[in-house]
């Protein structure tokens, strides 16, 4: 029998989401959703009214499992160096119409005292990729001096997230050990053959795997994601990457749409693109939050530059992480993955998520629940 709620018949003018109210859409749906036909023909579906009763679905869903809280992230875009040549993104290495930052470990320690003292109590810290031999050490003192900037009276002080590419296993253990414990590494996409069209052949897929599961071996809590709307990308590569986030067991996700940035070599594909990046990257979000009901979703910088709508609906679909921004103003318009990068600030950020009936945790580090369970830990009060 079908769960309620739920009308799976075969012929396409039936429903495949009923408007009847079910008692736990996380529950009643995600049998359903297990079915990849199901997930499928929710993605290729352009129909608003089943995109608005996927997004009320997972918005009871998420209520019931995380309630009204939205986790903020202090986000300091350290440096926009990267060794690395993605096709797709501004900050590429050979992208030489772009000045090149990098913050001191001083002028780190003071902004994330800023965001402290502003009651952001966890921070992302974000770069390219730099493969010098004296980044991770840099990175690993950054740690350091912030924990013990934050960590009076005994308390854990700031919760620190990374996201700084590629590594060892030995320099992401290093860096765990110095009190980073959260990571996140995007896949980019779960499909072996579009990796490969995206990036360079020294950039491998399996290189990628490999460093997730590292990250889950040492004990982060791991994140990853994949971009909506690449350049010959399909739904059934888009309903993989649901199927892979679930087969990694992810405790943190992050997804938004593609977006062209004119000076890499993606933006001259000629590949056709799906015919809505974004409600799709919404639909992405709320089969995330439908099927992973405990993991921490981030709302996207990328959903929200692509649609001014991008906060309220990434919120309604089921993302409960955003990340105010602290990077320098000077370093923004120089952290270009994309073109037009919207930047939201704190101050507005809580109003606007007030504004819907949501709450921005102040004072907190919103750990992803997911992580505790698979750990076999009780959550710890936040
Ligand atoms: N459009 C959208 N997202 C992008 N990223 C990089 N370039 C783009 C782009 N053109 C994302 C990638 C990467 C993260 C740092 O930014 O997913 O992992
Ligand atoms: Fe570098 Fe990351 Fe951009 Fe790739 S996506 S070029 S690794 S900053």
């Given at each position: 029998m079908l769960p309620r709620?739920?009308?799976?018949?075969?012929?396409?003018?039936?429903?495949?989401?009923?408007?009847?109210?079910?008692?736990?859409?996380c529950q009643e749906l995600l049998l359903a959703l297990s079915d990849r036909e199901t997930t499928l023909r929710i993605l290729a579906d352009d129909d608003p009214e089943l995109r608005g009763l996927l997004l009320d679905k997972a918005e009871v869903c998420r209520l019931?499992?995380?309630?009204?809280?939205?986790?903020p992230r202090a986000l300091i875009e350290f440096s926009n160096q990267c060794a690395l040549n993605c096709f797709y993104c501004g900050l590429r290495r050979d992208n030489s119409d772009l000045l090149r930052y990098h913050l001191s470990v001083d002028e780190i320690v003071e902004l994330a005292l800023q965001a402290w003292d502003m009651g952001l109590h966890s921070l992302a810290l974000q770069s390219g990729e730099v493969h010098d031999e004296n980044e991770v050490p840099f990175v690993i003192e950054v740690v350091k001096r912030v924990k013990q900037a934050t960590s009076r009276d005994g308390t854990s002080g700031m919760g620190i997230t990374l996201s700084i590419g590629e590594l060892g296993f030995d320099a992401y253990r290093a860096l765990f050990e110095a009190g980073a414990h959260r990571y996140l590494l995007r896949i980019e996409t779960s499909d072996p053959d579009l990796f490969r069209r995206i990036h360079p052949p020294s950039q491998s897929y399996e290189r990628r795997l490999e460093c997730l599961s590292?990250?889950?071996?040492?004990?982060?809590q791991v994140g990853t994601g994949v971009m909506v709307?690449?350049?010959?990308?399909?739904?059934?590569q888009l309903a993989s990457?649901?199927?892979?986030?679930?087969?990694?067991?992810?405790?943190?996700?992050?997804?938004?749409?593609?977006?062209?940035?004119?000076?890499?070599?993606?933006?001259?594909?000629?590949?056709?693109?799906?015919?809505h990046p974004f409600a799709t990257t919404l639909k992405m979000i709320a089969l995330a939050r439908l099927t992973m009901p405990e993991i921490n979703i981030v709302c996207s910088t990328a959903l929200q530059t692509i649609n001014p709508a991008g906060l309220s609906l990434g919120i309604k679909a089921g993302a409960n992480v955003v990340m105010p921004v602290m990077t320098p103003d000077e370093h923004r318009r120089e952290y270009s993955l994309y073109a037009h990068k919207k930047y939201s600030s704190l101050d507005r950020l809580v109003k606007n998520i007030a504004d819907l009936g949501y709450e921005v945790a102040l004072d907190s580090w919103g750990d992803s629940r997911h992580y505790f369970k698979r750990q076999g830990l009780a959550y710890p009060v936040q």
């Open positions: 709620g739920l009308n799976m018949r075969s012929t396409a003018k039936k429903p495949i989401i009923s408007k009847e109210q079910p008692g736990n859409p019931e499992v995380m309630g009204k809280q939205v986790y590292y990250l889950k071996e040492i004990g982060y709307g690449l350049p010959g990308q399909s739904y059934e990457d649901l199927e892979f986030f679930r087969a990694w067991d992810i405790d943190m996700l992050g997804m938004g749409p593609y977006i062209t940035h004119p000076g890499t070599p993606l933006s001259r594909s000629r590949l056709p693109i799906i015919a």
